[in-house]
């Protein structure tokens, strides 16, 4: 290997960062934490992030374009990427990151497994059920109502559509339109 080598880019990696911005962004609508409670910490946000890019990885890798795999790649490695600046900017420490990172790798695998399983089978109380013991475990004492789990899963479910539907073009060019979350209710009409 050359010493230019060290310096290209991977082929999609551009294309995995913009997916994975738009994953992030789609995660840190306030919907999720208001209407859902889902807790704004950083456990709950890396799993609102790692959900949305779960889904993408599973969008990806469905396609029969031979990239797909390899773009799915370039998000997972994007979001890990992501993950070891912001430990470091929390301060842990380089021999800490290594360890860290390892682990969110674990349970960011595990929800997938389980969330793929959950979408291939069609079974949304599955869905809710992996989503309710993931997204609110730190909530353990009083995890989330039945009501927001099942709407949680309702949007996944919607957003795998919106995903598949979408074209393998677009997703090269970082277009990923996760779909609005519904409207907090007006607070004028509570009762």
Excluded at 20 to 42: C, I, M, S
Excluded at 83 to 94: A, H, K, P, T
Excluded at 141 to 170: G, I, K, T
Aim: glycine share 6%.
């Amino acid at each position: 290997m050359g010493l230019l080598a060290l310096f290209r880019r991977k082929p999609h990696e551009r294309t995995g960062f913009e997916l994975y911005g738009k994953a992030v962004a789609a995660a840190r609508d306030p919907w999720f934490f208001g209407p859902l409670a889902v807790p704004d910490t950083l456990d709950g946000r890396f799993d609102l992030v790692g959900l949305h890019v779960a889904l993408l990885i599973r969008r990806l890798r469905q396609d029969p374009d031979p990239r797909g795999a390899a773009v799915a790649q370039a998000v997972f490695d994007a979001m890990f990427a992501d993950m070891d600046i912001n430990l470091r900017e929390m301060g842990v420490s380089d021999l800490a990151v290594g360890k860290r990172v390892r682990r969110m790798w674990e349970a960011f695998h595990g929800r997938c497994l389980a969330y793929e399983t959950a979408l291939d089978a069609g079974d949304q109380a599955a869905l809710a059920t992996a989503l309710d013991r993931n997204v609110w475990r730190a909530e353990a004492a009083a995890a989330a109502s039945p009501a927001a789990a099942q709407a949680l899963a309702r949007h996944v479910v919607a957003a795998a559509e919106a995903l598949a539907a979408l074209r393998f073009a677009a997703l090269l060019r970082g277009e990923a339109p996760f779909p609005a979350t519904p409207a907090a209710p007006d607070a004028s009409h509570a009762a």
